[in-house]
């Protein structure tokens, strides 16, 4: 890109934060993950390719840095469950930043969700413990507008690891599935997948995090070349959540893995 854009993996912090001196496992090598080395890869020359005027003019026009966030985790429930992977694609002024880190969940993965993200118990086995990232993580995502599809899901998983790490999360949070609602009534079907044919984004990969994140990253996009920038502002503002507030919306049935397609 014209602007700044990196790949980073766990240990690097935002511009202007410091990492935690207790943060050194944070800094491992992700496992030999030949799955997460193209994925990573391939985010950075997607984002290049997507270099354009009006990429510039919807960059510069962010009233807030923004996170797409994705998780995998080994299951469907935040009080139960752990996260195994963590990708964010962070927007901002400046350009396009990318971040992702394997997670080491202290138990056994389900064969189900091995076998449905690839994640294995080997690959995150020696992988940083999730109260290790959590510092760096928090002023990563510090005083950005959170973004996920079923963003609840993410949300919660993200709160309840970080009060099991000793601290508070609370974000601004949208939900994709609930904008693509509000922007584009007509369409049939809302999830990740349905996105992604009616649009035909370029997936790097399904339920690994950042390439799941760098789908919704997409259709962000997309909205913007069907919207105007108004429009897409007063959608944003009256879907956002802001912490404290009540979730509106009923909870809807869930796939084994907590999170829709």
């Not at 912090?13 to 994925?39: C, K, M, R, W, Y």
């Not at 994709?176 to 009616?198: C, M």
Request: hydrophobic residues 40%; proline residues 5%; glycine residues 6%.
């Amino acid at each position: 890109m014209t602007r700044m854009e990196s790949s980073k993996t766990a240990g690097d912090t935002a511009a202007g934060t410091i990492a935690p001196a207790n943060d050194a496992s944070a800094t491992e090598t992700l496992a030999n993950d030949p799955v997460f080395e193209q994925v990573r890869d391939a985010v950075a020359e997607i984002g290049r390719a997507h270099d354009n005027a009006r990429l510039d003019r919807m960059l510069e026009a962010l009233e807030r840095p923004i996170v797409f966030v994705d998780l995998e985790t080994t299951g469907g429930s935040a009080l139960t469950d752990r996260i195994t992977e963590i990708g964010i694609v962070e927007v901002s002024r400046y350009g396009v930043d990318t971040w992702t880190s394997l997670v080491d969940p202290e138990r056994d993965i389900p064969l189900f969700v091995q076998e449905l993200t690839g994640i294995s118990n080997e690959m995150v086995r020696g992988q940083p413990v999730f109260a290790a990232l959590a510092p760096a993580l928090a002023a990563r995502l510090q005083g950005r507008l959170f973004v996920a599809h079923n963003a609840r899901f993410d949300y919660g998983f993200l709160q309840q690891s970080f009060e099991r790490a000793g601290l508070i999360f609370e974000a601004d949070m949208l939900c994709t599935v609930q904008l693509s609602r509000k922007l584009f009534p007509d369409a049939g079907k809302h999830g990740l997948s349905a996105i992604v044919e009616r649009y035909a984004l370029e997936p790097l990969g399904r339920h690994r995090a950042l390439a799941d994140a760098d789908l919704v990253w997409q259709f962000w996009q997309i909205i913007h070349a069907h919207h105007s920038t108004q429009t897409i502002r007063q959608a944003v503002q009256s879907l956002t959540r802001r912490p404290g507030e009540p979730v509106a919306t009923p909870r809807r049935p869930r796939a084994k893995t907590g999170k829709a397609e």
